[in-house]
């Protein structure tokens, strides 16, 4: 099974935001320049300088000028051309949530919809449920004894925490009586316990939770438990977790946005950075601009531009070795990158 390389690159239309000068601890003084409406790899060994490029630079610059943010950029000499860039959005892999009653349904808003679906139901009505008893956030339908946790925790002193499950609801999170509420002939603990993938059939009739599950499908996160802890996430899932959120908040804007990607395939099987790959292309269909720090050579094939920053890492790199499309990129013999796209082509 192969990624399939984009029968062709999309034309550049004129529009480019441009880093000048960028000598951010070991960047030396490089212009970088990003067509708009493309989708963009920034490449190069580990420790070329892509992050301080891509975040430290571009990204605080960005959120300076549209958000009014005082943390200062890297030291760089003037990035032109704002004026075709509406927002940018920033898709790191910093953790989603910080207690274990956060997870992937409550951060995309996919809880808000199933939670009224079993307020819906006939079972709930007579008990006169709401959709607030279905959520294990609040009190009135979580077990108060984990306050919807489903575990407790057990502090060690000199050792770290414990956790152990609730012996009141042991691990469900919510009352008996929520419980026995069904929505087709499961709880919503047991929904919690399902996986996207599961998830999608039994609500595919709810169109604002099937659609959040598709997006959560379609980044490949399809294996993801509802209910699993953002703290259990890695930085790769909790990433396409804020991309699948993102994605459903662009389809109802105009495009021109920039969005900021850091390895966003980071463990991810060929066949889910397909569909990942997808999910990207339609942003830059829309209008939009992708820019993604990629050391996978599926991804930077797909791509339309390339930036690629060696030959080595730390005081050894972060020159500016080629900025072109793919197949510019793999004639350039002092590219590490160009080698590897060069060999994956004739492979």
Sequence with gaps: MRVPTPARRRPKNGECLTI????EHNLKDIT????????????????????????????????????????????????????????????????????PRSNAATYTDTFTPIRQVFAATEQAKAQKLTARHFSFNVPGGRCERCSGAGVLTINMH???????????????????????????GHSIADVLDMTIE????LFEDVPAAEDRLSLMADVGLGYLKLGQPATTLSGGEAQRVKLAKELGRARRAKGH??????????????ADVARLLGVL????????????????????RAADWIVDLEPESGEAGSQLVAQSTPEQVAQVTTSHTGHFLKGHASA
């Design 20 to 23: 000048h000068g960028a000598r």
């Design 32 to 99: 970088a320049e990003l067509p708009l409406g493309l989708f963009i790899a920034v490449t190069g060994v580990s420790g070329s300088g892509k992050f301080s490029l891509l975040f430290d630079i571009l990204n605080r610059a960005a959120r300076r000028r549209f958000y009014g943010a005082g943390d200062p950029p890297g030291a760089h000499g003037a990035i032109t051309d704002w004026e075709h860039v509406d927002k940018v959005v920033t898709i790191d892999q910093a953790a989603i949530g910080r207690t």
């Design 158 to 184: 000199f050792l770290p925490d414990v956790e152990v499950r609730c012996p009141a609801c042991h691990g469900k999170r919510f009352t008996r009586e929520v419980l026995e509420i069904t929505y087709r």
């Design 198 to 201: 599961e998830a999608l059939p």
């Design 257 to 270: 946005t920039l969005y900021l990607l850091d390895e966003p395939t980071t463990g991810l099987h060929a």
């Design 281 to 300: 292309q339609r942003l830059v269909d829309a209008g939009n601009t992708v820019v993604v720090i990629e050391h996978n050579t599926d991804v930077i």
